[in-house]
């Protein structure tokens, strides 16, 4: 059933060589990104497209990895419930990457194979890393989110297209936007999937990036 999927996804025209090698049997990191023109989209279609957008980045396989200056990151197995502090003590430092103490890619070694049994440390084709700190959405509102995202001194410096270029590049190489709608090991995915959340960035940008005020 594999092979055929992806006899099929290497046919069509964006599948690249690169990620063909890197990983036969792991998810597609292939996503069709079609820009529309600024102001074609209505408010209404750009606030639906943002609502969407915050259930993704507010989700676990999102916003765990996405914390404050307290440089912990959550976790939420698959049999956890509620998002609490990562087990073991594990703190992040200011690096963000556990250089202070103990570095992340200890346990969360480098692999574009996402398969991992229930409960061990989930990896992803980069260094594994917290986000930096003023990308924060773990415990955040729809309306603090939508603020930080479209503010270029909080989201590195990008406007719509530059957030939907971070999501593709992400993908392509096996980076955490890719494992978050694709974790392993019985955790929830992100919802909707990366097309729909690539669709739903464009929908919002091209609304003029429209924000709750509630
Ligand atoms: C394992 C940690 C981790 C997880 C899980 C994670 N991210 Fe991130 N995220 C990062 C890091 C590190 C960066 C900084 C990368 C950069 O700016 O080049 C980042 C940056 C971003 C950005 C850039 C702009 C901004 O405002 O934050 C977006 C968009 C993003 N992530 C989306 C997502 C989405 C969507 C998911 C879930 C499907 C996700 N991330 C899950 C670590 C993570
Ligand atoms: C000693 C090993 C170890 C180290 C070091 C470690 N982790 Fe983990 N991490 C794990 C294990 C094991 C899990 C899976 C827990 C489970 O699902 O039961 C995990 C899960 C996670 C998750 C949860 C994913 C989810 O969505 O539920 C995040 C986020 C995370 N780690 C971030 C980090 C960061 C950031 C660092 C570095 C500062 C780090 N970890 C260092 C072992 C480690």
Redesign the pocket.
């Known amino acids: 059933m594999k092979k055929t999927l992806i006899t099929a996804a290497a046919l069509s025209a964006g599948f690249t060589l690169a990620a063909l090698a890197a990983n036969t049997e792991g998810p597609d990191p292939h996503v069709d990104v079609t820009l529309l023109e600024e102001g074609s989209v209505t408010q209404a279609d750009g606030l639906a497209a943002w609502e969407r ?1 915050y259930e ?2 507010s ?1 676990p ?6 914390v404050d200056e307290t440089n912990i ?1 959550m976790w939420s197995g698959p049999t956890y419930g509620e998002a609490r502090p990562h087990g073991m003590n594990i703190n992040a430092g200011d690096s ?1 990457i556990g250089a202070e103490t103990l570095m ?1 890619s200890t346990c ?1 070694i480098t692999s574009a194979d996402f398969d991992t049994p229930p409960n061990a440390a ?1 990896r ?1 084709g980069i260094d ?5 700190v ?2 924060l ?1 773990y415990g955040q509102t729809s309306v603090q989110i939508c603020a ?2 479209k503010n270029p001194d ?3 410096d ?1 406007d719509w297209k ?2 939907v270029d ?2 593709v590049h ?1 993908a392509e190489a096996f ?7 694709n974790p392993s090991g019985g955790r929830e ?2 919802p909707y999937g ?1 097309q729909a ?1 690539v669709n739903d ?1 464009i929908a919002w940008g091209a609304a003029g990036q429209p924000c709750p005020t509630e």
């Open positions: 957008i993704v980045v989700h396989r999102c916003a765990n990895c996405h990151p963000r992340c969360h989930p992803y594994w890393s917290l986000a930096p003023e990308f959405w930080q995202m909080t989201n590195g990008r530059g957030l971070h999501l992400d980076g955490p936007v890719l494992w978050g709608f995915p992100a990366l959340h960035m």
